[in-house]
């Protein structure tokens, strides 16, 4: 479609689309085009699109791609105060933006991005939002850069990422607390000028302040940012934060957004997992040869002889495979064992616990993969435990030659990136 734009007009952009610039300029995200350049935009993303000149744009519409005149600038004149002010900070300064699901926290930093990337910066982008992961794939708080202006987040360059397990941090808040510490580490460790931090949009109850307030005092940001569609929508947060000396900074959010339903959110999810495992194929680990976390699979050893003498109580010659630890004994059976008999065997062999988990269990649970130094190297899918060698059978990106640990997620999810369900034996 042949489309004519004014000098000095903002127009929504939705995806999938492509734009040719034909003649003139337009500006998306701060980031600058011109004549003969094309942009892209993907579908379930928006964008805003200033021409600071009269313009010709030839523009292809994909899946539910469409673009609309706005009579309102869609870049709110406060986001460019606040470019203002980040132009003007040393190095290694931290900014934490936190707002309501939507309300445009990611396309603030995109924006800050560019503009920082512009004027000189070198920019860390720390995605500690877990469930609609932009840098990294989903369960992962990740580390990225930019190395040219960019429109959407996910087109950062990928510098590192900490697995979480889970897409959403409930009931692992200390996880999502350090994985994005532990990124902070790293940009500082890469030199960044600006550290830009997006969270997650869980703003409310109980859990919601308990993790922005402990993030806030481990991370200790230059800056906290606040986008708020509505007056006050915030103020529980900033009551808890604001005893404690932290510089705020207000913004309002975009007059216009896309807001993206639940079902809308899971698929984003899948497409990302889906590009993580573009380039996967199957390795075979064996337990034995690598650390593992977050989980009680491969942290024990063969079962002693009072634990063996107890098992063959209750299951005669057929003891199943079984690990014994200090705290815990794991039994793998394959169907789970009633509870009563379970206890029974706690209670005798004086341990804190008995995980007891079936092969299906294990089966698609998500995993994750780093080297010596904690460096992320790609999720993976378990596609089949032998209890026999202790090898497991995974479908992952990750570089064999430098694996040194497996993480334990909490989810399943197939090698097509739907997820399965919950896995939470040993959830915390
Ligand atoms: N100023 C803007 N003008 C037009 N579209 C925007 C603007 N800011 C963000 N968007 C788009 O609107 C959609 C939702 O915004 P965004 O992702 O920034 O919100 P969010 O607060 O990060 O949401 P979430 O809580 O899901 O992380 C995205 O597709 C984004 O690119
Ligand atoms: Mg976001």
């Keep these: 479609m042949y489309v004519e734009l004014d000098k000095d007009s903002w127009s929504f952009l939705s995806g999938e689309l492509w734009i040719e610039i034909l003649d003139g300029e ?9 004549k003969g350049e094309t942009i892209y935009l993907p579908e379930h993303r928006a964008a805003p699109l200033y021409s600071p000149t009269k313009c010709k744009l030839n523009i292809t519409f994909g899946n539910e791609g469409f673009i609309s005149e706005s009579k309102d600038p869609l870049i709110p004149e406060s986001w460019n105060c ?10 290694g300064y931290k900014v934490m933006v936190i707002g309501n699901v939507d309300t445009g926290k990611t396309g603030l930093i995109t924006y800050l991005a560019n503009k920082l990337f512009l004027s ?7 995605d500690a939002d877990t469930g609609q992961s932009d840098i990294g794939p989903p369960t992962t708080i990740g580390l990225g850069t930019i ?4 429109i959407h987040l996910s087109e950062a360059i990928l510098l590192d990422a900490f697995f979480v397990g889970n897409v959403t941090p409930a009931g692992i808040l200390q996880r999502s607390i350090i994985g994005t510490l532990e990124m902070i580490r790293r940009a500082i460790e890469y030199g960044m000028d600006i550290i830009l931090i997006d969270t997650t949009g869980w703003v409310c109850d109980r859990w919601g302040r308990e993790l922005k307030m402990l993030k806030y005092l481990a991370v200790h940001p230059d800056l906290v940012v606040f986008i708020e569609k509505r007056e006050d929508e915030l103020l529980h947060l900033k009551r808890a934060l604001e005893g404690y000396g932290a510089e705020f900074f207000h913004v309002e959010s975009p007059p216009r957004v896309k807001m993206r339903p639940r079902e809308e959110r899971r698929e984003i999810r899948a497409e990302m997992f889906r590009k993580e495992f573009e380039d996967a194929r199957e390795i075979v680990v064996s337990l034995d040869s690598l650390g593992v976390s977050y989980g009680f699979l491969g942290t024990g050893k ?4 009072t634990a063996l003498n107890i098992l063959s109580e209750f299951f005669g010659e057929d003891i199943p495979y079984v690990e014994e630890s200090e705290d815990a004994l ?25 995980i007891n988990i079936t092969p299906n269990d294990i089966k698609h649970l998500l995993v994750a993969f780093t080297d010596f130094n904690g460096r992320f190297l790609g999720l993976g899918v378990i596609l089949d435990f032998d209890i026999k060698t202790k090898k497991l059978l995974v479908w992952t990106r990750a570089r064999l030659d430098i694996l040194a640990n497996i993480q334990f997620g909490h989810i399943k999810i197939n090698i097509n ?12």
């Design 147 to 150: 190395e040219h202006p960019i």
């Design 120 to 126: 000189g910066k070198k920019i860390g982008l720390i």
């Design 302 to 305: 063969e079962p002693s002889e």
């Design 26 to 34: 337009i500006e998306v995200f701060g980031a600058k085009y011109s």
């Design 82 to 91: 606040l470019f203002s002010l980040l132009e003007k900070t040393n190095s």
């Design 417 to 428: 990136g739907e997820e399965e369900g919950k896995f939470n034996p040993w959830l915390i």
């Design 330 to 354: 794991l039994i793998l059976t394959d169907h789970k064992v009633h509870g009563s008999i379970l206890e029974e065997i706690r209670r005798r062999l004086n341990k804190r616990e008995i």
